[in-house]
């Protein structure tokens, strides 16, 4: 061990900006020039892992220690380009960990939305949970402009601990393998390619619940083909650890139950900054639950101590700003960033819980459940909020359950739980054998989705030569019980269902498609879809073939509302309509629809097809913008803006609304 690694260490947050901020302080409990009763000099690392150099000697910053784990951030605001006029709003993204972490914006003069304003020239923002918190800040007066800045404050974990240092693959997997409660951190670049079949660190009987950061080096070449191992990646299975700032290149992995780049199955974890590039794969021939992700396999929130399987009083299950590039796939559930999320602890009320945020996939996805970012949600517990945010996929994705961003996303009722997806998109073809979605294939309990979309071609195709062979397609839920709020689908939708003669006579062939959902059993406001819609039936009589298509939705039986369906074409074999093909008890309410839409199929319901709009007129923000007079009088009511409250803007090359983050 060098004499590095037994000196204390001061972590620092570092803030990093789309464009310009050109001042800023950050400490831990207050001024870091403070020391403690020891008087210690520490080394300085910023956030990820990397030391901070001074630029005058090339050697790490020493500086005194503070152990103190509360921590501040102040920002101050440096003259730009212009003025932020009053009216404009800045948003802050800030990471935080933990809880007890308290924000101070020094602005003058503000305003502030979800923090408290400590006087005319600061607010403080403490977040509501550990993960990404927006924080909206609009001037009471002009005062000089900013842009967007996403700050990250340091894990009091990571702060004056030690920090084994690793610099070759035999480090790497002896160090951590002797003592898997370490703490680590890459020194140096390291090659696995001494190693065929990488064994990976951690089992369900004795996991890693150390930490690791990368420290800006790379691990390349990780080769695994362990098809009898259930936990396999560059670690097997981690509990309530921290892994930070880690990169895997050239990896190539095929597990058993659960694979992934770096890790096959996690508890209570949290991976911040990190990504994996290559393909891997799950295939099990003894468990059904086999999970593929280009991060992590399975991502699971209790905790496995001496105590044996407890509920964590905190969740630290999130991954915040990873990526993945390379093509997944499983036996059952397949997705860019985790194959299964399973969100079941206690309840912790106003504790959101799982979090994906700031992450994406650029490969193919392809499994049973099938998804973008994960293939399969499900949360259970009372009081508790699943969040999926900021991410997206651009690599198309086939299952039977497929979604741009998850496959299937199920959530217990009653439980007063919910899983929230936000700000995503998806940019591939989704393809399944029952159920494709832009943004999931398949939506099952309290579930919001909300200023997402998908430009992707939906297709949904059945063939059944011994039963009944339904098929849901739609731009943004092929069947959902999901609240659908400001979002589009840009693609074309196909639903198509056949079944033989040699199908039982009870039998039926029946299919959705809708531009938002291909069935409805929820709300969708403020949405809308270009792309033409289609639903086939075939079957060996009439009598046995259902085909519902609609620009909004292909079957509803719950409200449509301020709805523009923009589609060329919407085509049925039986019903068919601009807004919705068929209607269930539900309202459909001042919607929109292209005026030389080609409609093929029965049109039953007058309020299926929406007020007359030309190309043109929806194109102009004021159709969407304009106050809501009556059914199909004055605008949508739509917001425009700079933030999630008001999502939408108009682009500049004379297009339909997009969001304001695009």
Request: charged content about 15%; glycine content about 12%.
């Given at each position: 061990m060098s004499a590095l690694t037994n000196q204390k260490e001061l972590k620092q947050t570092r803030i990093t900006v789309t464009a310009m901020l050109l001042m800023f302080f950050i400490g831990c409990g207050g001024d870091s020039g403070s020391?403690?009763?020891n008087n210690d000099m520490c080394r300085q690392f910023d956030y990820y892992g990397n030391p901070i150099i001074d630029p005058s000697t090339g050697l790490p910053t020493l500086a005194p220690c503070n152990n103190n784990n509360t921590q501040s951030v102040s920002i101050s605001i440096s003259p730009a380009a212009r003025n932020m006029l009053v009216g404009e709003t800045l948003i802050l993204y800030i990471t935080s960990r933990p809880?007890?972490?308290?924000?101070?914006?020094?602005?003058?003069?503000?305003?502030?939305?979800?923090?408290?304003?400590?006087?005319?020239?600061?607010?403080?923002?403490?977040?509501?949970?550990?993960?990404e918190y927006r924080v909206t800040v609009t001037p009471t007066a002009d005062i000089s402009k900013t842009v967007s800045a996403r700050i990250t404050v340091a894990d009091p974990n990571m702060i004056g601990e030690n920090f084994e240092e690793i610099y070759t693959p035999i480090e790497l997997y002896t160090k951590i393998t002797n003592d898997l409660s370490g703490n680590y951190r890459l020194m140096a670049n390291i090659s696995l390619d001494i190693y065929d079949n990488w064994l990976p660190i951690g089992t369900s009987s004795t996991p890693f619940t150390g930490k690791i950061t990368g420290n800006g080096y790379k691990i390349s070449g990780l080769k695994i083909n362990r098809r009898t191992v259930n936990y396999v990646g560059l670690f097997g299975y981690v509990n309530g650890g921290t892994i930070i700032n880690l990169a895997l290149e050239g990896v190539d992995i095929v597990g058993g139950r659960y694979a992934g780049a770096i890790a096959g199955y996690i508890n209570n974890t949290t991976i911040?900054?990190?990504?994996s590039k290559g393909d891997i794969s799950a295939i099990s021939s003894t468990y059904n639950d086999a999970s593929a992700g280009g991060i992590v396999g399975y991502l699971m929130n209790l905790?496995?101590?001496?105590?044996?399987?407890?509920?964590?009083?905190?969740?630290?299950?999130?991954?915040?700003?990873?990526?993945?590039?390379?093509?997944?796939?499983?036996?059952?559930?397949?997705?860019?960033?985790?194959?299964?999320?399973?969100?079941?602890?206690?309840?912790?009320?106003n504790h959101p819980h799982a979090i994906i945020t700031?992450?994406?996939?650029?490969?193919?996805?392809?499994?049973?459940?099938?998804?973008?970012?994960?293939?399969?949600?499900?949360s259970g517990t009372p009081n508790y909020t699943t969040v999926i945010t900021d991410s997206y996929s651009t690599g198309n994705v086939s299952g039977y359950y497929a979604g741009g961003i998850a496959g299937y996303l199920l959530n217990s009722t009653g439980n007063n739980n919910t899983i929230t997806i936000a700000d995503c998109y998806s940019i591939g073809d989704i393809s399944a054998s029952v159920y494709a979605g832009g943004i999931a294939g398949r939506v099952t309990g309290s579930i919001t989705i909300t200023n997402s979309y998908s430009k992707g071609d939906i297709s949904a195709t059945i063939f059944s030569d011994y039963g009944s062979a339904p098929a849901y397609a739609g731009g943004i839920a092929g069947a959902s019980n999901a609240t659908i709020i400001n979002s589009y689908s840009a693609g074309n939708i196909f639903s198509t269902s056949t079944i033989s003669s040699n199908s039982p006579s009870s039998s039926t062939a029946?299919?959705?498609?809708?531009?938002?959902?291909?069935?409805?059993?929820?709300?969708?406001?403020?949405?809308?879809?270009?792309?033409?819609?289609?639903a086939i039936a075939n079957a060996p009589d009439s009598s046995r073939a259902f085909a519902y298509s609609g620009g909004i939705a292909g079957y509803a039986t719950h409200a449509i509302i301020n709805c523009a369906a923009i589609n060329r074409a919407v085509n049925s074999n039986l019903f068919a309509g601009r807004i919705v093909g068929y209607?269930?008890?539900?309202?459909?309410?001042?919607?929109?629809?292209?005026?030389?839409?080609?409609?093929?199929?029965?049109?039953?319901?007058?309020?299926?097809?929406?007020?007359?709009?030309?190309?043109?007129?929806?194109?102009?923000?004021?159709?969407?913008s304009d106050t809501i007079v009556g059914d199909g009088v004055g605008g949508l009511g739509w917001k425009f803006g700079n933030n999630a409250d008001n999502p939408w803007k108009m682009p500049s090359n004379n297009g339909y609304p997009i969001f304001y983050w695009q």
């Open positions: 020391r403690n009763d809880e007890n972490a308290d924000f101070t914006f020094s602005v003058n003069p503000v305003s502030g939305s979800g923090c408290i304003k400590s006087n005319n020239n600061a607010i403080t923002c403490k977040p509501l949970w550990e993960g911040i900054n990190s990504y905790r496995k101590g001496e105590e044996g399987w407890t509920y964590p009083s905190v969740s630290n299950l999130s991954i915040i700003n990873c990526y993945s590039m390379g093509n997944i796939s499983s036996s059952e559930y397949s997705g860019g960033i985790a194959g299964y999320v399973n969100d079941s602890s206690v309840s912790i009320v700031n992450s994406y996939s650029t490969g193919d996805i392809s499994g049973h459940y099938a998804g973008g970012v994960t293939g399969y949600v499900t029946s299919t959705y498609a809708g531009g938002i959902a291909g069935v409805s059993n929820a709300t969708i406001i403020n949405s809308y879809s270009i792309g033409d819609v289609y209607i269930t008890n539900a309202t459909i309410y001042n919607n929109f629809a292209l005026n030389i839409m080609n409609v093929l199929g029965s049109e039953l319901y007058p309020e299926g097809r929406g007020v007359d709009r030309t190309d043109a007129q929806l194109k102009i923000q004021n159709t969407y």
